[in-house]
Antibody, heavy 127, light 107 residues
Framework: EVQLVESGGGLVKPGGSLRLSCAAS????????MHWVRQAPGKGLEWVSS????????YDTDSVKGRFTISRDNAKNSLYLQMNSLRAEDTAVYSC????????????????????WGQGTMVTVSS | DIQLTQSPSFLSASVGDRVTITCRAS??????LAWYQQKPGTAPKLLIY???TLQSGVPSRFSGSGSGTEFTLTISSLQPEDFATYYC??????????FGGGTKVEI
């Protein structure tokens, strides 16, 4: 079964750090670009970060640049999100997602859409 | 930044109705657009990619159209399981993979 399972969420104080993990199974993880998406309570979806299959290309939304770092370990079929300098506005459910089948060429990536999603892990930033 | 505006934000409909949701981009995005369905407490589900291509396993009552700046998601005959929130997403990476604000379809 194709599956993504997130872990690592929790309650953290403003300015603190967390590392989220996403364990992939049921597909060839190393062949796919991967993404992190978050959803604040009662709000819509917000794209956070993306990484190409071989980690060559990384993209982040402006609000997390310099604070969050996406990475992956293809040998462990795992995706990560290191979150530093956390703020109250980072409070959300964080989900990892697989790209359907985009590709990277000419210095950038072209994504198709997010076809497999995990159930998410809650991150709460509060004092 | 490319902004996506979905309309309407809320839609009240009945089983059997034809439903159309619009997504407008602040600048042209070719056909780099996807549509998702999300039910409360669950992960989003990809319905349409490349503006008009139906994702495998998605019922044919769902369809997508458009290119450039205006896109639509149509449900030809609304079913009970279709009551959910729908999001569009642009995939041009200029400078981000923006989602629209969502359209909640309710009875």
């Amino acid at each position: 079964e194709v599956q993504l399972v997130e872990s690592g969420g929790g309650l953290v104080k403003p300015g603190g750090s967390l590392r989220l993990s996403c364990a992939a199974s049921g597909f060839t993880f190393s062949s796919y670009s991967m993404h992190w998406v978050r959803q604040a309570p009662g709000k819509g979806l917000e794209w956070v970060s993306s990484i190409s299959s071989s980690s060559t290309y990384i993209y982040d939304t402006d609000s997390v640049k310099g604070r969050f770092t996406i990475s992956r370990d293809n040998a462990k079929n795992s995706l990560y999100l290191q979150m530093n300098s956390l703020r109250a506005e980072d409070t959300a459910v964080y989900s990892c997602a697989r790209d359907k089948g985009g590709y990277c060429s000419g210095g950038r990536c072209f994504f198709d859409g997010f076809d497999i999603w995990g159930q998410g892990t809650m991150v709460t930033v509060s004092s | 930044d490319i902004q996506l505006t979905q309309s309407p934000s809320f839609l009240s409909a009945s089983v059997g109705d034809r439903v159309t949701i619009t997504c407008r981009a602040s600048q042209g995005i070719y056909n780099y657009l996807a549509w998702y369905q999300q039910k409360p407490g669950t992960a989003p589900k990809l319905l349409i990619y490349a503006a008009s291509t139906l994702q495998s396993g998605v019922p044919s009552r769902f369809s997508g159209s458009g290119s450039g700046t205006e896109f639509t998601l149509t449900i030809s005959s609304l079913q009970p399981e279709d009551f959910a929130t729908y999001y569009c997403q642009q995939l041009t990476l200029y400078p981000s993979l923006t989602f629209g604000g969502g359209t909640k379809v309710e009875i």
